[in-house]
C-alpha cells in the first residue's frame, strides 16, 4: 500500500493561512520542507533515456534514503535483478554474488539508476529555478525546476500532485536538452527525519517540520495559475484509493 498519506497533514499547512490569515506560505519551500525530511521511501518508476541514437525504458525500484540508494532494474528482462548502489556520485553495481565498482558519474552523463536520487536531492535541496502550477491530465500540479549545486547545467523538473504531494511525472534536461523522462508508478513514504536530525521545528498544527532557513526570492511563475484557496484540512485524510487514482490519471 502506498504511504502517500503521511504527507496529508502538511496540506493544510500549504494551502491555510499562517499568522491569524493574513500571510500565505509558500507551497514551493513548504514542499521541499518536506521532501528534505524525507529519510526514507519506497519508489518504483519507468524511467526513459533519450541516447544519442536510441531510446530506451526501464523499469526501475528504488530503496532511497539521502546517503544511499539501491536501485534494480524490473524490466527489460534480459536485465531484470541488476542492481546497483548509488551513494556520494559513485556507482556499485551488483549482480546474484557480484559486485562491480562502476565509477563515478557526473551529473552530464548521469545513470539511469541514479535518476530517481538524484530527482529526490532535486526536490529537497534543490535550487528552484523555475515554478507553476500545471494540470496533468487530470491531476492539478505543482510543477518545479531545480538545480543541484554540484552541476547547475542539469537541471531536474518535477510535476507533484497538490493533493497528495506525490511526484507523478519528471524529466531531467542536460545543457536544455532532456535526456531522462520518469513516469513514477509509486511512491511509499518508509521514514521521515527528526526535527533535531533537519534543523526544523515542527508546526503547533501538525507532525510535519516547518521550512527553515532563508529562500531564494521565488522566481517567475509560467502558466499563469493562481494560488488554490485557503482550506482547512486539518483532519483531512487520503485513503488508498485516493491515492492510487493520482497515478491512475496520469498513465498512458
Keep these: 500500500m502506498r504511504k502517500a498519506l503521511l504527507f496529508a497533514p502538511m496540506l493544510m499547512l500549504l494551502l491555510t493561512a499562517c499568522g491569524g490569515g493574513e500571510e500565505k506560505v509558500d507551497p514551493a519551500a513548504e514542499l521541499q520542507a518536506q521532501y528534505a525530511a524525507l529519510a526514507s521511501a519506497t519508489m518504483e518508476a519507468d524511467v526513459t533515456c533519450h ?19 539501491t536501485v534494480t532494474v524490473l524490466s527489460p528482462a534480459n536485465l531484470s535483478g541488476i542492481s546497483a548502489t548509488v551513494a556520494d556520485g ?15 558519474y557526473s ?3 548521469i ?8 530527482l529526490m536531492a532535486a526536490a529537497g535541496n534543490g535550487y528552484i529555478t523555475e515554478q507553476s502550477q500545471e494540470s496533468l491530465e487530470e491531476r492539478s500540479c505543482l510543477r518545479l525546476a531545480c538545480d543541484l549545486p554540484d552541476d547547475e547545467s542539469t537541471v531536474y523538473t518535477t510535476w507533484f500532485d497538490q493533493e497528495t504531494l506525490l511526484p507523478l511525472r519528471s524529466e531531467i534536461a542536460v545543457d536544455g536538452t532532456v535526456a531522462f523522462e520518469v513516469a513514477w508508478n509509486r511512491f511509499e513514504v518508509t521514514g521521515r527525519a527528526a526535527p533535531d536530525e533537519e534543523g526544523a521545528t515542527p508546526p503547533e498544527t501538525g507532525n510535519q517540520p516547518d521550512a527553515s532557513g532563508d ?17 482547512d484540512l486539518s483532519a483531512q485524510t487520503w485513503s488508498p484509493e485516493e491515492e492510487a487514482a493520482a497515478y491512475a490519471s496520469v498513465t498512458d
Design 90 to 104: 559513485k556507482l556499485q553495481l551488483s549482480y546474484e554474488d557480484i559486485s562491480l565498482d562502476a565509477g563515478s
Design 111 to 118: 545513470s539511469p539508476v541514479a535518476a530517481m536520487p538524484r
Design 51 to 69: 541516447y544519442t541514437d536510441e531510446v530506451r525504458t526501464y523499469t526501475l525500484l528504488c530503496a532511497y534514503t539521502p546517503a544511499e540508494s
Design 107 to 109: 551529473a552530464a552523463a
Design 215 to 231: 529562500q531564494p526570492a521565488e522566481p517567475e511563475q509560467s502558466g499563469g495559475g493562481t494560488q488554490p484557496e485557503p482550506q
